[in-house]
């Protein structure tokens, strides 16, 4: 196997990139590992079959795109510890495959998070703690024209510390030394901008102070908390703040997310609090968050996944009725869970959202087990509402759109496309017609006497069984 780097003219010269584009398109390289050099129009390959994206969320949609359109048929993986809103939206709405490293390194700790206002007592004992325990810190400044002053207002604050500054205007080589120099330790407190954001792997720095956190991607901040603790030490990250008040909400959303998931393998969770809070983006455009304000997240992923299930089964989305919560069941009898079964109200919503979404009868059956373990036998009321579950699924399987029934009468109503044959409705009309008539081509209507729930939830599921 033969394996080419391109990397950016920083650290490689033209003569060796040119070399290594001329072997991608003759295809005596099977393997380039490189950077977004090989957007550049004039990169050709001979046969690519799999590109792999690593840290996915520095990319932009064309960027993407461009990849994928390198040939026609290519595999494509994409790598990233906090995917982007929209990336994340199309692995959770079905269009893409998701695939998750939950597992951390052995003896690898968590970076215990703190969001706070700029004090200079604790920032000082931060950086001597570290550095006493002969460790090393990032002093996180996304401001190139006062970095300089920054850090020796950290040389004044914490004068036992060694400081260097680092950026992104810095010559190529000077940077590479200044880094090779932090690795080696010959200095503890390197002040930088988020040049630091990837690739960084420096096991002896454990503390990393991020100034004005609040101006930072919710991913961003991640990935920079992500240069420390990588090793079995340990680690914190300060996020220093100005007063809430001066914040943004969506600012203030971030931070406290960030500081209350901060375990090892947090990445994914964070990404889904950045969907919530930023939008999914749009799957044809270029966006890459927004749109989904005006009617919330989980509608949005509940109108997306019905839209894609569609697709899949090759029906045509049915946009005029995006929100069918699919068959109608209105017996006229009570049928809820009650106050003193579920005192919480919020776990009462989460339950009648779970029993009216449950997909089959089986999965009704398991979370009807389940609530008799967390709360005892089903009163009567709650049982009715099972019942009217079952019959709806049964509905649905036939393509009934709506059962309405009272105690003495009442009407089902068909889909254009259902699943009943026309004679047993015939069958039930020739054999007892003042029972039974229709009302235009979709519309049954009946009549029976039922003086009980029982009686009445009897009649009708016998009634849909005969259409069956």
């Known amino acids: 196997?033969?394996?080419?780097?391109?990397e950016s003219k920083a650290f490689r010269t033209n003569k060796e990139a040119e070399g290594v584009i001329t072997g991608i398109a003759a295809g005596t390289v099977d393997v380039v590992i490189a950077t977004q050099r090989l957007l550049q129009g004039k990169v050709r390959f001979k046969e690519l079959g799999l590109v792999v994206i690593d840290e996915e969320h520095r990319f932009g949609v064309r960027d993407k795109e461009k990849l994928k359109a390198l040939r026609t048929e290519v595999d494509v993986l994409t790598l990233t510890a906090t995917p982007i809103p929209r990336t994340l939206n199309m692995a959770m709405g079905g269009l893409r495959d998701l695939s998750l490293i939950t597992t951390p390194p052995a003896e690898r700790l968590a970076v215990k998070t703190f969001v706070l206002e700029w004090n200079e007592t604790v920032v000082r004992e931060a950086a001597l703690r570290e550095i006493r325990r002969g460790g090393q810190i990032y002093y996180v400044h996304n401001t190139i024209e006062t970095i300089e002053k920054t850090a020796q207002a950290i040389r004044e604050l914490?004068?036992?510390?060694?400081v260097a500054v680092g950026h992104g205007q810095m010559r190529e080589r000077e940077l590479e030394q200044l880094m090779l120099d932090f690795y080696h330790r010959r200095f503890n407190v390197l002040v930088c901008t988020t040049i630091i954001e990837s690739g960084i792997d420096v096991p002896t720095a454990n503390t990393i102070i991020i100034d004005r956190a609040d101006r930072f991607g919710l991913a961003q901040i991640h990935q920079l908390r992500g240069r420390v603790g990588r090793s079995h030490h340990r680690a914190?990250?300060?996020?220093?703040?100005?007063?809430?008040?001066?914040?943004?909400?969506?600012?203030?959303k971030r931070?406290?997310?960030?500081?209350?998931?901060?375990?090892?393998?947090?990445?994914f969770t964070l990404a889904t609090h950045d969907l919530e809070i930023r939008g999914a983006g749009?799957?044809?455009g270029d966006e890459q968050s927004g749109q989904i304000q005006e009617i919330g997240y989980n509608l949005y992923m509940e109108l997306l996944e019905r839209a894609v299930a569609a697709l899949k089964s090759g029906k045509q989305p049915d946009l005029e009725r995006p929100l069918d919560a699919g068959p109608e069941v209105e017996l006229h009898v009570p049928m809820l869970i009650p106050e003193d079964?579920?005192?919480?109200?919020?776990?009462?919503?989460?339950?009648?959202?779970?029993?009216?979404?449950?997909?089959?009868?089986?999965?009704?059956?398991?979370?009807?087990?389940?609530?008799?373990?967390?709360?005892?036998?089903?009163?009567?009321?709650a049982q009715s509402l099972f019942r009217a579950a079952y019959l709806k699924l049964r509905a649905a399987s036939l393509g009934i759109r709506k059962i309405d029934a009272g105690a003495s009468n009442g009407y089902i109503l068909f889909e254009e496309q259902n699943k009943v044959e026309p004679k047993r409705v015939l069958k039930l009309i020739q054999g007892k017609p003042k029972e039974y008539r229709l009302d235009g081509?979709?519309?049954l209507r009946f009549a029976h006497?039922?003086?009980?729930?029982?009686?009445?939830?009897?009649?009708?599921?016998?009634?849909?069984?005969?259409?069956?």
């Open 158 to 162: 914490v004068p036992e510390a060694n």
């Open 341 to 381: 079964y579920v005192p919480d109200v919020h776990l009462r919503l989460m339950l009648y959202k779970r029993i009216a979404s449950t997909p089959s009868r089986e999965e009704l059956d398991e979370l009807k087990v389940e609530i008799i373990d967390r709360f005892g036998p089903i009163p009567l009321f």
């Open 255 to 267: 931070l406290e997310a960030l500081e209350s998931l901060e375990e090892l393998g947090a990445g």
């Open 236 to 252: 914190y990250a300060y996020l220093i703040t100005p007063p809430r008040k001066a914040m943004t909400a969506d600012a203030v």
């Open 282 to 284: 749009e799957l044809l």
């Open 441 to 443: 081509p979709l519309k």
């Open 449 to 468: 006497i039922a003086r009980t729930e029982e009686a009445l939830f009897t009649r009708v599921e016998q009634l849909v069984d005969q259409l069956a």
């Open 1 to 6: 196997m033969r394996i080419g780097r391109s």
